[in-house]
């Protein structure tokens, strides 16, 4: 059974979301500084072969910069939900526009009908 976009913007829980957002932005910062930017160096005393410290800096590299969109996309996330709340208010404040000038027009339409029936 297809489920509309509007229908499963609805059921999502948004207060909970945008409530819960400085948090996943701060566990991501957090994530970013409990690593160090750049790996330690293998020493040449270890033993390992230069292909093995070479990928393992590659991999290294890898998830520093995953780590680093890691936190540009929670923090893309913030902005996104604080923009969906703002068209939800907007949208909301429209559907009462609407309501308000279609009573206006409704009674505007029945003031008419009066008038020319009389």
Do not use: C, F, N
């Not at 996943?24 to 093995?52: D, M, N, Q, Y």
């Amino acid at each position: 059974m297809p489920v509309s976009l509007w229908t499963a913007l609805k059921v999502i829980p948004w207060k909970d979301v945008v409530d819960a957002a400085p948090a996943v932005v701060a566990a991501a910062k957090a994530l970013r500084k409990g690593k160090p930017e750049t790996p330690p160096e293998p020493s040449a005393e270890t033993g390992v072969e230069p292909h093995i410290q070479r990928a393992l800096h590659d991999q290294a590299a890898r998830i520093a910069t995953l780590e680093s969109t890691l936190g540009e996309l929670a923090e893309h996330h913030v902005r996104l939900i604080a923009a969906i709340d703002v068209l939800r208010t907007r949208t909301r404040w429209l559907m009462v526009g609407v309501g308000i000038t279609l009573a206006v027009a409704l009674l505007l339409a029945y003031r008419l009908g009066q008038t020319l029936g009389a």
